[in-house]
């Protein structure tokens, strides 16, 4: 049987480093038993999917040293590799699972829903759907399919019994039937959610093997009672320990860069941090040396010596490693040329130079001028953000509604940017440029500097986001019950 495993990013938002961890277990899991790597887009939530999105995964993945053998940008004979291409074969098969008696119509409206889950969390019941649309006749629901009534499709699932998920690095593990929802399989749309597409694809895609975070082990059951009903053998199913800050909380943007993006934009070789990771995966055994390259963390990887704790995701471990690539791998001319490929692209350049010629006299200007371009964090102390025409207050709901109108910006450009910056300057009844100044600073280092929402732009999300929560930390974070308060705010 030739190994097959495969990565599935969903395109909604800029690439993750657990995107880039999952990845790298996968690929040296294929490429060490001679087998094939597959990328998958699943974009089957369309109101969120993005091509920006998918061009961003793709160019981060190809960017930390990783190739694939079939995906949306290179074909292959199991296409397309796309989910929202692939609308026809779900049809089918979510037809076959009606027929047989596997699946079921539900009409219930989300107002019943909700409160169906109130009285189970009254009651101290795990949310469950309650069966109510398996009790209609196969008349009733002509009748409100006839009359234009949504609905979707739910998994039926065993009300006794118990499912055993047998995990390759954790064993066995059990889950009683009566604990796993019904889940929906259709959308009221007629788009399949990820489980259904999930289990189709792995199948049609011929994938022997699915290694996975651990948050997808409490989906196991539903994906192991499709492949029964469906008649197909599973993937042999391996669920990695989610990466973790330093005090152990879940990685999260929240507290810590996650993009592979901010990673590339603060200096950061691909090498190092692919070998960090691998180093997350399967840690260097003694008198081995721990900078070690993707062909070497192929031959060493093993699936029995996967850390079942959460991997510390531990920046300065991090620092140290790119250090050492930067000092010890590269010769002065691979050095140089390292550099100019960070930072002095020449479209990159010419960008930056056509926002700097307005507000120079001498070129010797250029170096305090644009110097933030090329800084990982810039210097800013509490006093400058403060404005005479906002409060602390003030100045903290601003950054921190724009961390998170920011964060869902569809497109990153300069008109997204502005409409965000405007949006929040009218909901606190101000003026922009009333609320311009604690931006400016935490962006750019200064009060004054180039057009703001072009330097944005240029900066690109992770790092905006990244500078803007550090301005936050200095003002004071928001607690739970402000983030609550303020949600209101958001627009």
């Known amino acids: ?77 199991h296409g397309p590799y796309r989910q929202s291409e692939r609308t026809a074969i779900y049809r089918q098969y979510v037809g076959k699972l009606l027929e047989d008696g596997h699946a079921f119509k539900c009409f219930c409206t989300p107002q019943r829903l909700e409160e169906m889950r109130v009285a189970q969390r009254a009651a101290g019941l795990p949310p469950r759907y309650d069966g109510l649309c398996l009790t209609y006749s196969a008349g009733e629901v ?72 651990e948050e997808w082990v409490s989906s196991a059951p539903k994906h192991l009672l499709l492949y029964r009903y469906f008649g197909w053998d599973p993937p042999v199913l391996i669920h990695l320990p989610l990466l973790r800050n330093p005090d152990k909380s879940k990685l999260s943007k929240r507290k810590n860069p996650t993009g592979i993006l901010f990673y590339r934009a603060f200096g950061y070789v691909p090498e190092a941090l692919m070998n960090f990771l691998g180093l997350l995966v ?17 031959k060493r990887f093993s699936v029995e010596h996967v850390p079942l704790g959460g991997p510390v995701f531990d920046v300065e471990k991090l620092d140290w490693l790119n250090g050492r690539y930067l000092r010890e791998r590269f010769d002065a001319g691979a050095f140089e040329a390292r550099v100019a490929e960070w930072g002095f692209a020449p479209e990159r350049l010419a960008r930056i130079a056509a926002l700097a010629q307005p507000r120079v006299q001498r070129l010797s200007d250029l170096a305090y001028l644009t110097a933030f371009f090329f800084a990982g964090r810039v210097p800013v102390r509490v006093e400058d953000l403060r404005s005479a025409k906002l409060d602390d207050l003030g100045t903290r709901q601003a950054l921190h509604l724009a961390l998170v109108e920011l964060d869902a910006l569809r497109e990153w450009n300069v008109a997204g940017i502005e409409g965000v910056l405007t949006r929040i300057a009218s909901v606190l009844g101000k003026k922009v440029r009333d609320i311009a100044r604690p931006f400016y600073v935490a962006i750019t280092g200064s009060p004054t500097s180039v057009p703001l929402y072009d330097a944005m732009d240029l900066l690109g999300r992770e790092v905006v986001r990244e500078r803007l929560r550090f301005a936050l930390e200095l003002l004071g974070t928001p607690t739970k019950r402000e983030i609550e308060d303020w949600k209101e705010l958001v627009v």
């Open 282 to 298: 399967n840690s260097a055994h003694e008198g081995e040396d721990e900078m070690m390259s993707l062909e070497t963390m192929v």
């Open 142 to 213: 002509a009748r409100r399919e006839a009359a234009g009534e949504p609905h979707v499709v739910r998994l039926k699932v065993p009300d006794e019994g118990v499912c055993i998920v047998h995990d390759a690095r954790r064993g066995p593990i059990e889950f009683e039937w009566k604990s796993v929802d019904m889940q929906v399989l259709v959308k009221s749309d007629g788009l399949p959610t990820y489980h259904l597409a999930n289990v189709v694809d792995d199948h049609l895609m011929e994938i022997t093997h699915v290694a996975r975070g």
């Open 1 to 77: 049987m030739k190994v097959r495993t495969r990565i599935a990013p969903s395109p909604t938002g800029d690439p993750h480093v657990g995107t880039a961890y999952v990845a790298l277990v996968n690929y040296c899991l294929a490429k060490q038993n001679g087998g094939e790597f597959v990328l998958r887009i699943e974009d089957t939530d369309l109101t969120r999917s993005t091509s920006e999105s998918e061009r961003a995964i793709l160019d981060a993945l190809r960017w930390c040293g990783l190739s694939w053998d079939e995906g949306p940008d290179v074909g292959g004979p």
